[in-house]
């Protein structure tokens, strides 16, 4: 079955429609000071593409991935290479600049305060 151009702008309409939505309530609650309902609201809007798949009634079947055993390494290689590359520049850059390593998190404290402290 194909995506007609009505399915594809319902899609568009609801994924981008609703994810504005909820990040409008978003950003009212977090100036509120209600940061639980915030992060909630910004998690929620990350399925709105789900969402809109489904309301505009996109076929889903025929979409999926075929791994292949040859291709394990290539997926191991993409999730692990961005941490392991991370931790040899983190590595690196504190090697380099030892003085800047700042274990106790005096810096944090002083730029965030005793209320962002309390928030963390």
Same mark, same amino acid.
């Given at each position: 079955?194909?995506?007609?151009?009505?399915?594809?702008?319902? /899609?568009?309409?609801? +994924?981008?429609?609703? +994810? !504005?939505?909820?990040?409008?309530? $978003?950003?009212?609650?977090?100036? *509120?000071?209600?940061?639980?309902? /915030?992060?909630? #609201?910004? @998690? =929620?809007?990350?399925?709105?593409?789900?969402? =809109?798949?489904?309301?505009?009634?996109?076929? @889903?079947? &025929?979409? &999926? !991935?075929?791994?292949?055993?040859? *291709?394990?390494? /290539?997926? @191991?290689?993409? @999730?692990?290479?961005? $941490?392991?590359?991370? #931790?040899? %520049? +983190? %590595?690196?850059?504190? #090697?380099?600049?030892?003085?800047?390593? *700042?274990? %106790?998190?005096?810096? #944090?404290? =002083?730029?965030? &305060?005793?209320? &962002?402290?309390?928030?963390?």
């Amino acid at each position: 079955m194909k995506t007609t151009s009505k399915q594809f702008k319902t /899609y568009l309409i609801f +994924a981008f429609g609703l +994810a !504005w939505i909820l990040q409008v309530l $978003a950003s009212k609650f977090a100036k *509120d000071g209600n940061i639980l309902i /915030y992060q909630f #609201l910004l @998690l =929620a809007t990350m399925f709105m593409p789900l969402l =809109a798949t489904l309301i505009s009634k996109i076929p @889903l079947k &025929g979409m &999926g !991935w075929k791994i292949s055993k040859k *291709d394990i390494k /290539y997926i @191991l290689f993409s @999730l692990w290479s961005p $941490a392991l590359l991370s #931790l040899l %520049g +983190a %590595g690196l850059f504190f #090697l380099l600049f030892p003085y800047s390593f *700042d274990s %106790g998190f005096e810096t #944090l404290t =002083a730029i965030i &305060g005793e209320v &962002g402290i309390k928030q963390m």
